[in-house]
C-alpha cells in the first residue's frame, strides 16, 4: 500500500488482522473501491473495530430511514463541514 494517504504507517492488505483485511475488500467489493480511511485507521486495529462498530450502529440498522437517507445526510453533513473527500467517498457509496 502507498502510504502517502495518512501521516500513519498504512499496513499492507496481507500484514492486517484478518477480521479487517475481510471487512476492508468487503467493501472493495460493494463500492468498487478501498476507501482511505479504512487504509488510515488498519494500523491501529482496535480504534479501526470501534470506529466501523459505531458506523455500523449508525448506518446499518434496518429501521427507520434506508442506507440510502442516511448516506446522504452522511454527504450532506460531509459538505457542512466542508470535508470534500467524505463528500467524494459517501456520495460514491451513494
Known sequence: MDSTVSQFPVPRLDEMPSDLRERIMAV??????????????????????????????????????????REMIVVATSGANKCIYCVVAHGAIL
Open 28 to 69: 472493495q467489493d460493494k463500492a468498487g473501491f478501498i476507501p482511505n480511511i479504512f487504509l488510515a485507521l488498519a494500523h491501529r486495529p482496535d480504534e479501526f473495530r470501534a470506529f466501523f462498530a459505531y458506523h455500523d450502529a449508525l448506518m446499518e440498522k434496518d429501521e427507520g430511514l434506508s442506507k440510502a437517507e
